[in-house]
């Protein structure tokens, strides 16, 4: 199974299928409409609570500081950009991204819905044409989207583009277990579970497995590394999380 | 050897938990904390290797995190047994000072600290009667109270019939007063050999002198 970055010029990976550019975010939209109401709700349980703990992890490996301006792509129903919303305070600004308006709209009604809405501004944009001023923003997280997104590179190189020189970026993912024990249970785990608990939840467990291939048709930690790198950011490191389940790629513009 | 950051971030949620918890159920703390804003702790332990930073923020909550890049109020830094060793003092603030832990940094806050943790008044009939009801809550924590109350006394007592023992019947140490004065006369003997030996000193420089 190949954990390399397989984007070309005509095609990408949707999960374990190859289909033309084009017609990946049409496919990856379905699939967040379908699973948007319940995202939240599945995510507890897939995860046992734990992207909890690892979302926690990457708001403390941001250092946002009051005043900053941060940007949350595929933000989705809000839970980093409510966090950010306390760091920030009422001088800094959160940008909540998502290409995916059901999403957003969840995101919205739940950021509503705490009140945290006052510095928090709620954008529709593909994260490789991201429709914001150069060097104008101090931190970009990404979490549990980058695998989404059909050209990975071109999205990094817009990331890098529009955060101020020094600025950091963050990339939360599902990456490669470290230990092969771990990773044939964590295969197991999610090749026929994952399906199930989808089936049950939103009575689609189609776009669950879809969820388990494009986790695994990911970069692994090194490959992500390389593209981050490549993408212009310096400083690049990752950090592990459960076992290599999940890895945090920072980097600092340069 | 790097943990695992989410382990460590579960760890940081129970124990952040639990604190806000004792603080919310402690009425006055969380006014008295607010004033202690801005100050973040940094707790480095050597082995096991783990960096802990507790901050107090502007609203009095108590946040504690793995991961800091901005500069602490003050640093404590040993090992888990000096930490240990530390909480468990009946002093916690002399064993801070005299023992192994080192401390850079201002070191006001962590007094305040202590002053604050030791005014912490916690209602536990508060959690009891939210769960059991106010009046099963309530006889619950009379009787949580009482035995509370009994187990200190009956600890008191004891700590103090096992002194009078060791003096007064075992005969297995002198009582303090002797031993003061034994010390004293040591001290006293001290002195008195440091002065002959100085007289001895001069005596043996004069005859030295006088042979020369």
């Given amino acids: 199974?190949?954990?390399?970055?397989?984007?070309?010029?005509?095609?990408?990976?949707?999960?374990?299928?190859?289909?033309?550019?084009?017609?990946?975010?049409?496919?990856?939209?379905?699939?967040?409409?379908?699973?948007?109401?319940?995202?939240?709700?599945?995510?507890?349980?897939?995860?046992?609570?734990?992207?909890?703990?690892?979302?926690?992890?990457?708001?403390?490996?941001?250092?946002?500081?009051?005043?900053?301006?941060?940007?949350?792509?595929?933000?989705?129903?809000?839970?980093?950009?409510?966090?950010?919303?306390?760091?920030?305070?009422?001088?800094?600004?959160?940008?909540?991204?998502?290409?995916?308006?059901?999403?957003?709209?969840?995101?919205r009604d739940r950021l509503?819905?705490?009140?945290?809405?006052?510095?928090?501004?709620?954008?529709?944009?593909?994260?490789?044409?991201?429709?914001?001023?150069?060097?104008?923003?101090?931190?970009?997280?990404?979490?549990?989207?980058?695998?989404?997104?059909?050209?990975?590179?071109?999205?990094?190189?817009?990331?890098?583009?529009?955060?101020?020189?020094?600025?950091?970026?963050?990339?939360?993912?599902?990456?490669?277990?470290?230990?092969?024990?771990?990773?044939?249970?964590?295969?197991?785990?999610?090749?026929?579970?994952?399906p199930a608990m989808g089936k049950i939840i939103t009575n689609d467990a189609d776009s669950y497995r879809y969820l388990a291939e494009s986790i695994r048709k990911h970069p692994d930690q090194e490959t992500l590394l390389e593209m981050v790198e490549d993408a212009g950011f310096v400083d690049c490191r990752y950090h592990n999380m459960t076992g290599g389940i999940v890895a945090v790629h920072r980097g600092i513009k340069g | 050897m790097e943990h695992d950051p989410a382990v460590i971030a579960g760890a940081c949620v129970v124990a952040e938990s639990a604190i806000m918890r004792a603080i919310n159920l402690s009425s006055g703390t969380r006014n008295q904390l607010k004033s202690l804003y801005p100050l973040t702790i940094g707790v480095n332990c050597s082995s096991p290797s783990v960096d802990l930073y507790v901050t107090i923020n502007a609203d009095g909550a108590i946040t504690i995190e793995s991961y800091r890049e901005e500069a602490t109020t003050v640093s404590l830094a040993g090992s888990w047994k000096d930490f240990l060793g530390v909480a468990a003092a009946a002093d916690p603030a002399s064993a801070l000072i005299n023992g192994n832990v080192q401390i850079s940094g201002d070191t006001a806050p962590l007094l305040q600290i202590q002053t604050v943790l030791a005014d912490l008044d916690i209602d536990w009939e508060a959690p009891l009667a939210e769960t059991l009801g106010p009046i099963a809550g309530h006889q619950l924590a009379t009787v949580i109270r009482a035995v509370t109350r009994t187990s200190k006394n009956t600890h008191r007592r004891l700590k103090r019939q096992l002194s009078e023992f060791i003096l007064e019947e075992g005969r297995l140490s002198p009582p303090q007063a002797e031993q003061d004065a034994f010390f004293t006369a040591v001290d006293d003997l001290v002195l008195r050999v440091d002065r002959a030996n100085s007289r001895l000193k001069r005596i043996k420089k004069r005859l030295d002198g006088m042979s020369g």
């Fill in chain 1, 1 to 107: 199974m190949s954990t390399q970055d397989n984007t070309t010029d005509e095609t990408t990976d949707f999960g374990f299928e190859r289909v033309k550019k084009e017609e990946k975010a049409g496919r990856v939209r379905e699939v967040f409409d379908s699973v948007a109401s319940q995202y939240d709700l599945m995510n507890d349980l897939m995860s046992g609570g734990l992207h909890r703990l690892w979302k926690r992890f990457t708001i403390e490996l941001s250092a946002v500081r009051p005043g900053q301006t941060v940007l949350d792509i595929a933000g989705g129903t809000g839970d980093l950009a409510a966090k950010f919303s306390n760091l920030v305070g009422k001088d800094g600004n959160v940008i909540l991204a998502d290409i995916n308006a059901a999403m957003l709209s969840v995101g």
């Fill in chain 1, 112 to 194: 509503i819905d705490k009140g945290t809405l006052n510095n928090i501004s709620v954008v529709q944009a593909d994260a490789q044409f991201l429709p914001f001023e150069d060097n104008s923003i101090d931190c970009i997280t990404i979490a549990f989207g980058l695998r989404n997104v059909t050209d990975k590179a071109k999205a990094l190189a817009s990331m890098n583009r529009v955060l101020k020189p020094g600025g950091r970026l963050l990339v939360l993912e599902f990456s490669k277990p470290a230990s092969p024990l771990l990773s044939k249970i964590y295969d197991a785990y999610s090749f026929s579970a994952l």
